[in-house]
């Protein structure tokens, strides 16, 4: 089993583990063990499936799609030489203390963003901020982790986890928020969407680059999803339920949809973007740990860690950048790379004159 | 639509680094340039010789990203990274063998040449050879650059588009400087 087992890719090195050799594949684990949790969740949530909102089983199953596409995706992005060094380290640094701030800066407050521009920052905090609402909220509605049951009229018991949370009188602010979370949440992503599409429509950056399929259909899903979802509080205030079942069938089908996209196109990003906080960690702990000097300039310029793992990665890739001169390329700066080129092309040893790069930088 | 490819004839270089302008006022540049003009032999006289990435077809970039953020486009061009998948790691800046790409601390974000891909998509010249006044940046056929080649061909080896002196194969062309080769130059 130990030898089969190596010679699998999928499966991971750690297999006299008898829970991974119970499985054929790394997938096949991380779908059983998902599936699995939500189950039992489930089951004690609902108190032994007794308040199972069936209305929303279509979720269930798009959820569970939704599940196997996304590991699918992620486990083969993770089986890349460069993600899984990243991944394999980020885990081990991840108790640092830095780790709190990082993820809220990028996670949270997303100020990379606001570093690139106000207007896409608040965009992107209107549908970022907006869609993990609505997650929170429909999630647990759809499997029964949280639910609502009025056991003294006037009050609702809020049931989290198969608990009474707390009892809240229905006409309060509490209650009011809870109806309305996902009207709030759709307001917030159709307002981000409608930016995000009015910078697209404007901006002659945005539109030299961008496609309709993997910069415009998202938005579209988006605002689909959002319109529909208000939709039906539309329908059930003012046309008295007329059509509810249409478009509440509409919805659903657009969740899903989108649900079953999200893996694999421009919003891949949200389930693959902690790994930066990954990546800040790894920077900052094996930089303080050893600077790795430019053989030519002496300058410190990358952390030595760094420098390896990508020459070992780049070997992966049959990539060798190992000169005559008695040095890889990795091990040096950039602007004494640049220069050896230079001197390459030129013959003569432009990155050994000890005059520092000049004029680089035109104004625009 | 005949396809065409960035030439560089790299002795014509005059140092205006109208290239490195140019390159800011390029969709999606935001400004910034992505090429660099470098002095041979600072100290001693004046020659420059651009350079900018060279659009590997197996970028070493492409191949350490953990986050798949650098693509490449169908005609050959290696893309700046990807803003919402680039996480800031920075091994595309160590990985390039001729160090192009920059890193924006800031925005947490890697940028590079992309060969003005809104242009070239469309078989327009980049930005940087659209405006090179010496002709040192050319947007070139495969037969053009093949005639090229055979007027400096010396049969002595001197002459190379991008092998060996590069580190594999690239889809923009430089020639090496007709000085080194014992040509005189024809424009």
Redesign the interface.
Known sequence: MENTSVKEPMVHTGSTNPVNSAFASHFAKSMFLTVSGLVILSFVATRMFTHVDLNLYGYMVGTVVFLAGFFYRFIS?GE?P??K???KKGLKLLFRRSTLKTSVE?LATYR?IW??GVYRWTQHLLIGWGCVLAILVTFPLVFGWMYFTMEESGYYTIVALGMNVMTVPADGIIAFLSYNALNISAIMVIAGVCMALYRRLKN??A???QTFMYDFMPLYLLLFVSITGLLLTFINVFLHGNGHYVMSLIHQYSVIVTLIYLPFG?LA?IP??P??V???N??EHYGKESMKECKVCGTEF?STE??N??IN??GQ?D?E?DMKDGFN??E????????Y??S?????A?HE?P?K???????? | MTKRRLFLE?ENCIGC?SC??A???????????RN????????VNR?T?P?MCLHCV?P?CA??????AIQIHETGAVLSAL???C?????C????????PKFDE????MYKCDLC??RTKDDIPPMCASVCPSNTLQWLTEEEIEEKQQRHDLGNDKWVTSMP????ETNVK?N??GI?EGTTKLF
């Open positions: 992005w890349r460069p993600t060094i990243l991944i990028h990379f570093n690139r002659m950056q539109r030299a680059e421009k990003h693959f973007r790994v930066s990954f990546a800040r790894y920077r990358v760094q420098s793992d990508v990665v780049l890739n990539l950048f390329l990795a040096l700066c950039l602007p004494c790379r640049r220069k080129r230079i390459k092309f030129s013959g003569f432009t004159v005059i790069e000049a004029n680089q930088d035109a104004k625009g | 790299l680094r490195l302008a390159c800011t006022q390029c969709g999606g540049h935001e400004q910034r340039n660099y003009v470098y002095d041979v032999n600072p100290l020659q010789m350079l197996d070493a191949r350490s990203c953990p986050a798949q803003t919402e998948k996480i800031g790691c920075q091994n800046t160590i990985a390039c063998p001729y160090g192009i800031e925005q947490n974000l891909i809104d002196y590069l580190e594999g430089i090496l400087p080194l």
